[in-house]
């Protein structure tokens, strides 16, 4: 692999994780799914926290992530990317990120407002780069 091809894939991932976040706040969930590899995992859990906080499968994950965003509104952002190329079809990332997210009158919570990282693999399929492991760990949570 070439520098030039080493820092098109760099880019290539960052364009992924930047599309997962809007189209998580947007609600587009068929260009959410496309993020994903077939056999995609995630990991949303934080300690003490059930099995309900993870999937695998691209449908079983955009059901965890549409069950829990849908009906509120959310803002994320990922910021700081440090990506690890490791073969022509497979990468490692780290991304700071932040969310808020305010669900609608009613609802079990009101706000979330939380600051941690995702940690990611990578994987190229078909000529794209698709998010194959996620595993959110936080630093703080505000609640209310």
């Known amino acids: 692999m ?21 189209c998580m706040d947007t609600k587009d969930w068929t260009a959410f799914a496309a ?8 990991d949303y859990s934080s300690e003490g926290d059930s099995k309900e906080w993870t999937a695998s499968g691209v449908a079983n994950i955009v059901a965890l992530v549409r069950k829990v965003v849908d009906p509120a509104v959310t803002v994320h952002h990922g910021h700081m990317a440090e990506v690890e190329v490791l073969s022509p079809t497979t990468a490692n990332g780290i991304f700071a990120m ?4 305010w669900w609608p009158e009613g609802s079990r ?26 595993k959110l760990t936080r630093l703080r949570t505000e609640q209310t």
């Open 109 to 134: 919570r009101r706000t979330l407002h939380g600051w941690g990282h995702y940690h990611e693999t990578f994987e190229r399929i078909g000529g794209n780069w698709v998010i194959k492991t996620l």
């Open 2 to 22: 070439t520098e030039a091809e080493r820092l098109a894939a760099i880019e290539e991932i960052k364009q992924v994780k930047a599309r997962y976040f809007r």
């Open 98 to 101: 932040e969310d808020l997210i």
């Open 35 to 42: 993020v994903f590899a077939p056999d995609a995992t995630v």
